[in-house]
């Protein structure tokens, strides 16, 4: 079974930076990134890659944040520069078997690591 273990949350000052890894063991992941969920708020798309290196990034990014991955340990990064208070959120990995977005994500989570933003 697969399964992806996230590291790197924690708290960071406004205007800091931040990376987070996630590892997917137990099988391969085509489509690996990051979505984030604030108090009150939906779910949104952070970042993802897929195997190919094709990126998508969530509308808010604004070239902050930069995602990348090593296929061969199956494992990618978010580095998230200029943060702002708006970034804190509980970041989720998420890995899919397709190398595309779905309208809805429909595959695996990882368990949440938490972001905050504060001075």
């Known amino acids: 079974q697969v399964q992806l273990v996230e590291s790197g949350g924690g708290l960071v000052q406004p205007g800091g930076s931040l990376t987070l890894s996630c590892a997917a063991s137990?099988?391969?992941?085509?489509?690996m990134g990051w979505y984030r969920q604030a108090p009150g708020k939906q779910r949104e798309l952070v970042a993802a890659i897929s195997s190919g290196g094709t990126t998508y990034y969530g509308d808010f990014v604004n070239d902050r944040f930069t995602i990348s991955r090593n296929n061969a340990k199956n494992t990618v990064w978010l580095k998230m520069d200029s943060l702002n208070p708006e970034d804190t959120a509980v970041y989720y990995c998420?890995?899919?078997?397709?190398?595309?977005?779905?309208?809805?994500?429909?595959?695996?989570w990882g368990q949440g690591t938490q972001v905050t933003v504060s001075s």
């Open positions: 998420y890995g899919d078997t397709i190398g595309r977005l779905r309208t809805t994500p429909t595959g695996l």
């Open positions: 137990g099988g391969w992941i085509n489509l």
